[in-house]
């Protein structure tokens, strides 16, 4: 199994991880009902498959919001690059906030500070609602 994929909800984010690509993109809400059921086989596969990632990965993470339960998940992904980098892969982490966003901002400095992980935070217009 190459890739995994789960589309975006109201209250899921969507998820991308390609490893024949060396990519893996999780972005939108993260506040599901049942957290286990929704990132627990998303671990699974990364665990099954994070010795076979090519040299060159790319993590994206765009969180518009997410609770708790999802953070705890979202540390552990982060977690599985972490030793997928200490095997000797580049691992590289955009983390993408919007203009203001300093909850979303302060986390990806924190993450930065405590992970091995070369992170990049990047930041971007908020979307406008329409109405």
């Given at each position: 199994?190459?890739?995994?994929?789960?589309?975006?909800?109201?209250?899921?984010?969507?998820?991308?991880?390609?490893?024949?690509?060396?990519?893996c993109k999780i972005a939108g809400n993260s506040f599901p009902g049942d957290p286990d059921h929704f990132y627990k086989p998303l671990l699974h596969?990364?665990?099954?498959?994070?010795?076979?990632?090519?040299?060159?990965?790319?993590?994206?993470?765009?969180?518009?919001?997410?609770?708790?339960?999802?953070?705890?998940?979202?540390?552990?992904?982060?977690?599985?690059?972490?030793?997928?980098?200490?095997?000797?892969?580049?691992?590289?982490?955009?983390?993408?906030?919007?203009?203001?966003?300093?909850?979303?901002?302060?986390?990806?400095?924190?993450?930065?500070?405590?992970?091995?992980?070369?992170?990049?935070?990047?930041?971007?217009?908020?979307?406008?609602?329409?109405?």
């Open positions: 199994m190459e890739k995994f994929e789960r589309e975006k909800s109201p209250s899921t984010p969507e998820v991308i991880l390609d490893l024949e690509q060396g990519y596969w990364l665990d099954s498959v994070s010795g076979y990632f090519n040299a060159k990965v790319k993590l994206e993470f765009e969180l518009e919001y997410f609770d708790g339960p999802s953070m705890g998940y979202l540390l552990r992904i982060l977690q599985i690059f972490e030793n997928v980098h200490k095997e000797g892969k580049n691992v590289t982490c955009q983390w993408v906030y919007a203009k203001g966003d300093d909850e979303i901002y302060d986390l990806g400095e924190k993450l930065s500070q405590i992970l091995s992980l070369d992170i990049h935070l990047i930041e971007k217009e908020k979307n406008k609602a329409s109405g």
